[in-house]
């Protein structure tokens, strides 16, 4: 039963071990390429350790299963429709991811400032975004 525990116990921090690398190869790209990056996680759901370093913080949640970086200007700013316009389609699916997508952006905006806007993700040049969301491999 003890090597049961030991062998599972080796097997999520070789997990952890693996996203977290992965992850580094989107965290240092971004920040050579002076992308503002507000948070580098391995794993999901609640937080069970977190520091912040410079503009960065990072941690550790509680579901080994993944990971993430967050950088400020992920999601292009909003364009098209003028706000509140009403489409036939206003509860279909489509429309709901729609307006959580928009909500996304909303909130994403709010993030950073307009002295920030230069160190968005959605800034940099098309193979400088490949860079960071291929780093990862």
């Known amino acids: 039963m003890l090597l049961f525990l030991l062998g599972v116990l080796i ?11 992965h992850e580094v190869g989107h965290l240092v790209p971004a920040k050579l390429f002076g992308v503002r990056v507000t948070q580098y996680m391995v794993g999901f759901g609640p937080t069970v350790f977190s520091r ?14 993944g990971g993430y970086i967050r950088m400020i200007g992920m ?3 909003h364009k098209g429709e003028p706000e509140g316009t009403i489409r036939e389609d206003s509860t279909g699916l489509l429309q709901q991811m729609t ?19 230069h160190r968005t993700f959605v800034a940099l ?3 400088k975004k ?8």
Not at 11 to 21: C, T, Y
Not at 52 to 65: D, H, N
Not at 99 to 117: F, H, I, R, V
Not at 130 to 137: A, D, N, S
């Open 75 to 77: 999601y292009p700013p």
């Open 52 to 65: 912040t370093r410079g503009e960065t913080e990072y941690g550790v949640k509680a579901i080994p299963l």
């Open 125 to 127: 040049s098309v193979p």
């Open 99 to 117: 307006e959580l997508s928009e909500e996304a952006k909303q909130y994403e905006s709010s993030q950073y400032g307009p002295e920030d806007a």
């Open 11 to 21: 097997i999520a921090v070789g997990l952890a071990v693996s996203i977290a690398l």
């Open 130 to 137: 490949l860079v960071v969301m291929l780093g990862g491999r």
